[in-house]
Nanobody, 127 residues
Framework: QVQLVESVGALVQAGGSLRLACTAS????????MGWFRQAPGKERLFVAA????????YYTDSVKGRFTIFRDNAKNTVYLQMNSLKPEDTAVYCC????????????????????WGQGTQVTVSS
C-alpha cells in the first residue's frame, strides 16, 4: 500500500507557472511508475504526464508538451509536475497516481493501469 499526497494548488494567471508535488509514503517509492492526471469540471479524468520507475522515460499528452515537465526525486519520495505557460484550459483538479513496477522503463497513461491515487489538488488559471 502506498499513500499519495499532493501539494496545495493555486490560482495562477495565464502565462504563469506552478509546480505541483506529490509525496508518497508506505512503500519504496523508486519501485513505482508515476503519473499525473487532471479533471476539469463536468469532464472525465484525463492523462497529463507519466514517468517510469527508472526515472529516464517520460510521456505527455499532446496539449502539455513543451509546457509541462514531470520529474521525480526518489530521495524525497516525490514526483513533480512543473507547469509553465499556463492556459485557462489547464484549470482542473490534478491528481497523482502510482503503479508498482520495479525498475522499469515503462510509462502508463490509462487510468486503470494505476493502483494508487492521491486526493487531488485544484489548479485554476485565470485569463
Amino acid at each position: 500500500q502506498v499513500q499519495l499526497v499532493e501539494s496545495v494548488g493555486a490560482l495562477v494567471q495565464a502565462g504563469g507557472s506552478l509546480r505541483l508535488a506529490c509525496t508518497a509514503s508506505g512503500r519504496t517509492f523508486s519501485h513505482y511508475a508515476m503519473g499525473w492526471f487532471r479533471q476539469a469540471p463536468g469532464k472525465e479524468r484525463l492523462f497529463v504526464a507519466a514517468i517510469s520507475s527508472s526515472s529516464d522515460i517520460t510521456y505527455y499528452t499532446d496539449s502539455v508538451k513543451g509546457r509541462f515537465t514531470i520529474f521525480r526525486d526518489n530521495a524525497k519520495n516525490t514526483v513533480y509536475l512543473q507547469m509553465n505557460s499556463l492556459k485557462p484550459e489547464d484549470t482542473a483538479v490534478y491528481c497523482c497516481a502510482a503503479r508498482e513496477r520495479y525498475y522499469s522503463h515503462s510509462v502508463y497513461y490509462q487510468r486503470n493501469e494505476y493502483d494508487y491515487w492521491g486526493q487531488g489538488t485544484q489548479v485554476t488559471v485565470s485569463s
